[in-house]
């Protein structure tokens, strides 16, 4: 069964910083392209970012591009997302998932990012 657990989201301030992480489980992490994506309240998901199997490749949605960048640890079967320079509009539930089911119901619970002074 496929589980991905996220963690790491909190109450930030404007301009600060946060680090998501998710452990996967139940596949091949490693061969999977692995994709974090977000949903605001009264919204739909929109993708955020992706990172191709191998790592070398990612891309990300326009508006985070320069402040958001994602990695993985195959070794840990752990996916981040290192946020910096938080906004907010950028207050959301944020969740993994694999990048062929980034249009699909989040399998995990998802950590909140609250981006508010």
């Known amino acids: 069964e496929v589980q991905l657990v996220e963690s790491g989201g909190g109450l930030v301030q404007p301009g600060g910083s946060l680090r998501l992480s998710c452990v996967a489980s139940?596949?091949?992490?490693?061969?999977?392209?692995m994709s974090w994506v977000r949903q605001a309240p009264g919204k739909g998901i929109e993708w955020i970012s992706e990172i191709w199997r191998g790592g070398e490749i990612t891309s990300y949605l326009d508006s985070v591009k320069g402040r958001f960048t994602i990695s993985r640890d195959d070794a840990k079967n752990t996916l981040y997302l290192q946020m910096n320079n938080l906004k907010p509009e950028d207050t959301a539930l944020y969740y993994c998932a694999r990048h062929s089911e980034r249009n699909d119901r989040p399998r995990g619970q998802g950590t909140q990012v609250t981006v508010s002074s």
């Open positions: 139940g596949f091949t992490f490693s061969d999977a392209d």
